[in-house]
């Protein structure tokens, strides 16, 4: 078939908590093929967010290799790591983390201009990517603002400004009432085809997981592949 642009290797992950250690996970592999949107489900406190942590470089792992496509990510110095990230990773979290007192296109464009854009092209890209979710008319508002759904699709614009290869998103619509949370999934999934990408979304929602092309679950330390036809909607 495609590619195989995330491979994880037995991945372990252990929190130590006192004197006590907790096994997260063991012995985690699977590999994601480029273009797929994978589901990541499981009960709450399964590893779901941990597991995209490590592998978006934002934690690592206790044993095992994380690589995208021949890269190591597990190799990479902080600096690598962070640069890594802004490269080829966009991030959706449940909470948007907008900045309140910027306007939709200037937190957009934010991830443009850390990278040292030029503020004029960051923010036509910033628009580009706000008329792709929808959000042209509210370009100049405040994100504090907006409705909780339309921070989520500023939150999902300022993910893809920098053109990044793997969408991961944890738990997007979690923090939204069901309506806006089928209409942000939708988008996302438009997103994910218009623009070839790799998603990964943690979700507790089955009814998304399904609709997603593969679906991973966390449990007991393992990670088990279901089929999406077998979720219930
Ligand atoms: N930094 C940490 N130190 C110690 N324990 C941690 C740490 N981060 C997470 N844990 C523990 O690891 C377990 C898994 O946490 P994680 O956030 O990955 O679960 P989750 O599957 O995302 O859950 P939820 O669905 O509730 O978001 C939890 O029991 C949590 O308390
Ligand atoms: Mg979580």
């Known amino acids: 078939m495609q590619d195989v642009l995330l491979r994880a290797q037995n991945l372990k992950k252990v929190f130590r908590s006192g004197d006590s250690d907790l096994v997260l996970f063991e012995n985690l592999s699977f590999q994601v093929q480029a273009g797929e949107m994978l589901a990541i489900v499981g009960e709450s406190g399964a590893g779901k967010s941990t597991l995209l942590h490590i592998l978006g470089v934002l934690d690592s792992a206790s044993e095992g290799n994380v690589y995208f496509a021949q890269l190591d990510l597990g190799e990479l110095s902080e600096e690598d790591a962070a640069e890594f990230r802004s490269r080829e990773l966009g991030f959706v979290w449940q909470f ?14 934010m991830p443009l201009l850390m990278r040292g854009g030029n503020r004029r092209e960051a923010e036509q890209q910033a628009l580009h ?8 008319d509210r370009a100049s508002h405040r994100s504090g603002e ?11 614009a300022r993910a893809l400004v920098t053109r990044p290869k793997i969408l991961m998103a944890d738990e997007p ?3 939204l009432d069901n309506r806006t949370a089928d209409m942000v999934f939708n988008l996302i999934a438009k ?43």
């Open 191 to 233: 997103l994910h085809r218009d623009y070839r990408l790799t998603s990964l979304i943690v979700t507790h929602n089955l009814g998304f997981a399904r609709r997603c092309d593969r679906v991973l679950r966390l449990e007991r330390g393992r990670v088990v592949e279901v089929s999406p036809q077998s979720l219930l909607a």
């Open 146 to 156: 907006l409705s909780g759904g339309e921070q989520q699709r500023a939150a999902l």
């Open 129 to 136: 990517w706000l008329q792709e979710v929808g959000l042209t």
């Open 173 to 175: 619509t979690g923090d």
């Open 96 to 109: 948007h983390y907008l900045l309140p007192e910027f306007t939709a296109v200037e937190n957009v464009a």
